[in-house]
């Protein structure tokens, strides 16, 4: 079964720090262009962070560029997002996807090229 499992989210204070998880099972990550995109209440879902297969190059949405960090272990078939200075409009909750045909980079972060898989999620609350 093809599956990917977020982790790693919970309730932190403004300007604190989490590092999210993103683990597959039952295929490798080596082929995937991996992204994270977040999730908040009475919003559309909208990208993070990418990362490529190929050559480790990422993106980021401007609204994190300099505070969250995106990387990959292809040994351990896990992604990672290290997030600094959090602030409460980062609540979200935050979901890790893959995608084996993408365009470009930015392509894959506004989710205008195919996604293949979703996880289930991982809540982050940023709030004092």
């Known amino acids: 079964q093809l599956q990917l499992v977020e982790s790693g989210g919970g309730l932190v204070q403004p300007g604190g720090s989490l590092r999210l998880s993103c683990v597959a099972s039952g295929f490798t990550l080596d082929y995937y262009a991996i992204g994270w995109f977040r999730q908040a209440p009475g919003k559309e879902r909208e990208g993070v962070s990418c990362?490529?297969?190929?050559?480790?190059?990422?993106a980021y949405a401007d609204s994190v560029k300099g505070r969250f960090v995106i990387s990959r272990d292809n040994a351990k078939n896990t992604v990672y997002l290290q997030m600094n200075s959090l602030k409460p409009e980062d609540t979200a909750v935050y979901y890790c996807?893959?995608?084996?045909?993408?365009?470009?980079?930015?392509?894959?972060?506004?989710?205008?090229?195919?996604?293949?898989?979703w996880g289930q999620g991982t809540q982050v609350t940023v709030s004092s």
């Open positions: 996807a893959t995608s084996s045909s993408i365009t470009t980079l930015q392509a894959m972060c506004i989710m205008a090229d195919p996604i293949d898989s």
């Open positions: 990362i490529s297969n190929s050559d480790g190059s990422t």
